[in-house]
């Protein structure tokens, strides 16, 4: 009986996980038999309102007096040292983000900085540019105030257009994001572009156009009235002081474009360490779906072990399939507990207790999945409940509690209770990534879906996934995989139809999100730093004619000009390098959790972003120095 419907967009905190592939759609409540409570299983969250008042860390440290008690009752053995801990909501849900978003607001903190150092140059450019017509308007009356007052009004305007453009852009940027590829985007709310987004741009644009536009602003309250206005002062040398200024700004954009490319650089270098990493099967050609079967019509082992061989076997007898079966925990798309073991011959001691994450599987799912099999056998159809029980065992299970590699095939292992049967070792399988990417691979063991409830003690695993491997694309299959559930039980829903290449995307989408916003943002820092220093040195070269002028009619060689270009920015370059270099490497420290196998202060990549944005610079000062090169003395020295 269906007794309510929760609002639209309704998520649990565990819907926020990469375990999630879509939000909970239906609840049931939770009934547990406290007269015969399993108190071995800890796969369920615990949600919980705060007094006023209360804190997380007051409510664990309540807990851990509850657990405590509990383990004073007998209830739990004290060497298994039992806790609960509290975390806030907002750490549970964005708790694995939150690095990476500081790192992306660091980014755009930097190129924020980039793009208002632009914007101080052309403003003082343009300041320069209008020396005359400032000393005309001082001449004619015009207050030091109202010059100001002009100037910044014009300053806003230009912000204001910047901002509604930059915010159209914002929205093209993040539909194409989402269109090309959604699976890159954490699993958080919806992202978009709203109203408070349209304010926040428009006031961070109008405040720094005010705040960068002040200095052309306030040169005008000291505008000198003879020298502009005195025929051809308009073509004397830029001032050394302004030189300076304009050298400090393009300085600041490159050392923060520097570190920009650094940090993309070590997040591309982080990603393709990842792509390389062995998760210990294939993803290839993977198809992956969540069947769950009843346990009002489904209310034997013999029943639920029934179904999934039959399903199995009409799912292989499709076209296209190389090999199918189904596993309890799907890797990297959902978590895996431990289970306490007994393993013959191995020595248990305080703190020295046997476990191993526990796993069911039929046959037929270690080739779909393409797991290595390092020795041994791996399951058959022959491993039925009416013959020898047996396991499999992971790399790291074998190398944890066997001395001698040869004695894990044919040894035994024991799971839970010590009523419960000996299982025969036949096989060990190369380790796999389960429960993330770059977690820690941990003791595994394997158990036939049919033998499970014998070995467990009566437990009986009703749901599963169904992994198939294919011939073609695996998408192309879910179509004939639905049909052969619906033949077999029409009433049988299924769920989470994924390839394993999504899965495995999915669980990469915080680090290629990052990358990749990274990657985009050092792309613009790169642009405006190469534009800044092409727009300071044609300034300077125009500016500087008359100079470039008497230097060449004086015997200087237009090598000797081009040097003189290529040297200034050089110094504007080299200056921001190293400045971007010791920035970098105190900063990149701080996104060290965000990457895998590289370091923060990989040499490499420094060395390789420092020399790229030199030869940047001189790509971008090379067409400045031509043009003073070629600069003609007469027409430079005809004003005079």
Not at 251 to 266: D, F, K, P, Q, S
Not at 267 to 281: C, H, K, P, V
Request: glycine share 10%.
């Amino acid at each position: 009986e269906v007794v309510g419907v929760m609002p639209q967009g309704f998520r649990l905190p565990t819907d926020f996980t990469d375990d999630a592939a879509d939000p909970t759609a239906m609840w049931r409540p939770l009934q547990l038999d406290m007269q015969h409570l399993e108190r071995g299983s800890h796969g369920y969250f615990a949600a919980a309102e705060l007094a006023p008042g209360a804190t997380a860390a007051g409510a664990t440290a309540e807990l851990e007096a509850i657990t405590q008690r509990l383990t004073e009752q007998g209830l739990y053995p004290p060497a298994m040292q039992f806790s609960a801990f509290a975390v806030p909501l907002d750490e549970e849900i964005r708790g694995d983000v939150r690095p990476a978003m500081w790192l992306l607001a660091g980014a755009v903190s930097c190129l924020l900085l980039i793009g208002c150092a632009n914007v101080a140059n052309l403003l003082l450019v343009r300041g320069d540019a209008r020396t005359r017509e400032m000393a005309v308007r001082s001449a004619l009356g015009a207050s030091p105030v109202r010059l100001a007052r002009q100037l910044l009004t014009e300053s806003v305007i230009l912000s204001a257009g910047g901002a509604l453009l930059g915010l159209a852009l914002a929205d093209v940027a993040l539909r194409t994001l989402v269109a090309v590829d959604p699976t890159r985007l954490p699993p958080l709310a919806p992202v978009g572009t709203d109203w408070t987004v349209a304010l926040f741009t428009l006031a961070l644009g109008v405040a720094t156009t005010l705040l960068f536009g002040l200095a052309p602003a306030l040169r005008s309250r000291k505008t000198n009235l003879l020298e502009p206005l005195r025929e051809g002062g308009q073509q004397a040398s830029v001032g050394g002081a302004r030189l300076r200024l304009r050298g400090i700004l393009v300085a600041t954009e490159i050392a923060m474009a520097v570190v920009l490319v650094i940090g993309a650089g070590l997040m591309s270098r982080s990603l393709a360490a990842l792509n390389r990493l062995d998760l210990g099967f294939d993803p290839a050609h993977l198809l992956t779906l969540r069947v769950s079967v009843p346990d009002a019509r489904y209310d034997t082992p013999g029943r639920v072990a029934d179904f999934y061989r039959r399903l199995s076997e009409r799912v292989r007898a499709l076209p296209g399939v190389e090999a199918a079966g189904i596993v309890r925990a799907l890797p990297l798309a959902t978590t895996i507990g431990d289970w306490g073991l007994d393993v013959d011959g191995y020595v248990e001691g305080p703190g020295r207790r046997a476990k191993g994450d526990w796993q069911v599987a039929s046959d037929g799912a270690f080739e779909a999945m393409g797991t290595r099999l390092v020795r041994g056998r791996m399951f058959t159809p022959a491993d039925r409940s009416d013959t020898e029980l047996v396991a499999v065992v992971n790399e790291t299970l074998a190398r944890t509690y066997w001395t001698d590699a040869k004695a894990v095939v044919g040894g035994r292992i024991r799971v839970g209770s010590p009523q419960n049967p000996w299982l025969k070792v036949v096989g060990v399988v190369a380790d796999e990534r389960h429960n993330g990417i770059t977690g820690r691979v941990k003791e595994k063991f394997y158990i036939p879906h049919s033998q499970w409830p014998l070995a467990s003690g009566g437990n009986i695993v009703r749901s599963a996934f169904v992994l198939v491997r294919t011939t073609g694309e695996p998408r192309d299959l879910a179509g004939p995989v639905r049909e052969a559930v619906r033949q077999l039980d029409p009433n049988i829903p299924v769920a989470d139809v994924r390839s394993m290449m999504d899965v495995v995307a999915a669980s990469l989408a915080v680090p290629r999100l990052t990358g990749l916003l990274l990657g985009v943002f050092a792309i613009v820092a790169f642009t405006l730093a190469t534009v800044g220093i092409y727009g300071v040195l044609s300034y300077v070269v125009g500016r500087r004619a008359h100079e470039i002028g008497i230097r060449l009619a004086m015997g200087a060689g237009r090598r000797q000009v081009v040097a003189l270009i290529l040297r200034q920015a050089l110094a504007m370059a080299g200056m921001g390098v190293a400045g971007g270099l010791a920035l970098a490497f105190g900063l990149t420290r701080l996104m060290q959790s965000q990457l895998y196998q590289v370091a923060a202060t990989d040499p490499q990549t420094f060395a390789i972003v420092g020399a790229a944005l030199m030869l940047v610079a001189l790509a971008a000062a090379a067409l400045p120095a031509w043009r003073a090169a070629r600069v003609s003395p007469l027409v430079a020295l005809k004003s005079e």
